[in-house]
């Protein structure tokens, strides 16, 4: 049997007469697993049943899906319950992303599950389908195109893991609880780098905005795992709950609103900087908060007479003890923290005992949940402990499969011309660096503008843009800050650790160089330890972007001999 032949794609009216006169010729209309769309010029339904037929007439019933015009259905004789639901969930974020068409899918609980012959068979399946649908029309691009854009990065249809899952299900379940009961609550949830802290807290606003959206019960057979929030009484319950999602860096926050704005229910979600939050009139009765380890005790540069202000207002004689943490807790009845205390890389984010307390505050009410699974670097849990301890006295060798790409390189041209080769092949690749040159092009245009960063003969400047810099079409000419990339996946990352932080051969100790470091609050650090955690943290951000590979180059000379060691492949 051909490809074509197993794997069919049957067209019909989405009107009733169609539906009932249905039959594909080898009864795989009923007790068979398919995938199904249902359209119209602007909207798209996508689903998977065993039961087609039936399935299609209760959407039928559905008022919600009136305006929908046709359906397709896609057979494959080695369909499973399973590659069904892959496809399925995968179908949705796709379009989603691609903008063809507006989903109107709700969140109930896609989940990413391995199954058998996943990625031997059903990829090549899943391969098919979509150039198929690609050419009908379904989408403007390729599978690596779409999902190198922010909306598939934080679409809120992507599968979560089993332990996302249970995580955003006992959030969920608790919120509900305490709503019923009129109890305040804090909930944390903490995760590493790539563990989706940011994609659960997105999922999570899209269930809740669907919940609350919702208008009739779920129909026979909805099986999600979130069904049973979608009968009536929860509905009520969330019906005129207000809630607002807290993003401290101004970059995520303006790609995290591009976002909501294209996508149903999240429109009209707000999305706040911790400022606009304490300035504001209003009260919420649920509070999401992305990156909390970037929130501010002090804030920083220009904010800090704002942040003072702020706190004033809110607190009164009690203001110098309080942070934007506080401002959270007080302009709020529920909460929700997503942290990583590793990630925080400047003196005027909160400081370790605010998380601390936040975590003990959690826990102790049982409202604490651990992201473990790391989903960003395909390299595994390995690669992240070399490169939490790469830049420590106790640093371990890169263990990392074949498949991802890890490699020092002696010369920055080299390591450039390899970004840029990535970039073409494979988009989202990028050069990042430590704040170690001063911005002197800040401000300044076009070609005239001085450069940041001369090495090797290599003249580079810094990025040009603060906000959404790695989607700007000149990023890949420039060097991007961990100010620009924090929150953000590449797929290759050239890492270029500058001589803001040397190995000192006499102590046997790595040191951060105060002199060679240019963001100003890192900088004015009193205490030397503090100063290089500070440094250190943020060379962990930048080492951790890359999904496919990363790519590292070091300034000093005793660094560099070190960090070579680490690494099996060097290039030149």
Not at 112 to 139: C, M, P
Not at 258 to 270: A, I
Request: aromatic fraction near 10%.
């Amino acid at each position: 049997m051909t490809s074509s032949e197993r794997t069919r794609i049957e067209l019909l009216d989405f009107e009733r007469s169609a539906v009932e006169n249905w039959r594909d010729r080898r009864g795989r209309h009923h007790d068979w697993p398919v995938v199904y769309l249902i359209d119209n010029s602007t909207q798209i339904y996508v689903g998977e049943t065993t039961r087609a037929r039936v399935r299609l007439g209760q959407h039928l019933n559905n008022p919600e899906k009136s305006g929908l015009r046709q359906v397709r259905v896609i057979i494959d004789e080695e369909f499973n319950k399973s590659a069904c639901l892959d496809l399925e969930s995968r179908l949705i974020a796709w379009l989603h992303a691609d903008t063809q068409f507006t989903p109107i899918n709700r969140n109930d609980g896609q989940q990413n599950s391995n199954y058998f012959e996943r990625e031997s068979r059903y990829q090549a399946i899943f391969d098919e389908v979509f150039d198929r649908l690609r050419t009908a029309g379904y989408f403007s691009r390729s599978v690596p195109e779409i999902e190198n854009l922010n909306l598939y990065k934080l679409s809120p249809f992507k599968a979560l893991n089993d332990e996302q899952l249970v995580a955003v299900d006992r959030i969920v379940e608790g919120l509900f609880a305490d709503l019923e009961t009129g109890t305040p609550s804090t909930s944390v949830v903490q995760g590493g780098p790539g563990t989706g802290k940011t994609i659960v807290a997105i999922y999570l606003l899209k269930l809740l905005r669907d919940i609350q959206t919702a208008t009739e019960d779920p129909e026979p057979e909805d099986d999600g795992r979130f069904n049973d929030y979608f009968q009536s009484g929860y509905r009520e319950m969330l019906s005129r709950v207000n809630i607002g999602f807290i993003v401290p860096q101004q970059s995520l926050r303006k790609t995290i609103g591009k976002v909501f704005k294209r996508t149903p229910g999240l429109n009209k979600v707000q999305v706040l900087s911790p400022y606009t939050l304490a300035g504001s009139e209003e009260h919420w009765d649920l509070l999401i908060v992305d990156e909390t380890h970037r929130l501010t005790h002090r804030g920083s540069g220009t904010t800090r007479g704002i942040f003072n202000q702020r706190n004033s207002q809110l607190f009164g004689d009690q203001a110098a003890s309080r942070t934007a943490v506080d401002w959270v807790i007080t302009k709020s009845d529920h909460q929700v923290f997503l942290i990583d205390g590793d990630q925080s890389v400047r003196p005027a984010d909160v400081p370790s005992h605010v998380i601390k307390g936040l975590q003990r505050r959690a826990s102790d009410a049982g409202r604490y949940y651990s992201l473990e699974s790391q989903m960003r670097v395909s390299a595994g849990d390995d690669y992240l402990e070399f490169a939490q301890r790469l830049l420590t006295e106790q640093p371990v060798e890169a263990k990392v499969p074949p498949s991802y790409d890890l490699a020092f390189f002696d010369d920055l041209g080299a390591m450039r011309a390899e970004v840029l080769e990535k970039e073409a092949s494979h988009g989202l690749s990028r050069l990042v660096a430590g704040y170690a040159w001063q911005w002197a092009s800040k401000g300044k245009s076009g070609d005239e503008a001085p450069h940041d960063i001369e090495l090797d003969g290599v003249s580079l400047r810094w990025n040009r843009t603060a906000t959404d810099w790695i989607a700007s079409d000149s990023s890949i000419a420039e060097v991007g800050s961990v100010h620009t990339v924090q929150g953000y996946d590449l797929n290759y990352a050239g890492v270029i650790i500058g001589p803001d932080i040397v190995w000192d051969e006499e102590s046997q100790t790595i040191q951060a160089v105060r002199k060679n470091h240019f963001d100003r609050e890192v900088r004015s650090t009193k205490d030397e330890e503090e100063l290089l955690e500070y440094v250190r943290n943020a060379y962990y951000v930048l080492l951790t972007r890359g999904m496919l590979g990363t790519y590292i180059y070091v300034c000093d000379p005793a660094l560099r001999e070190r960090v070579r060691k680490m690494i099996d492949r060097t290039r030149i």
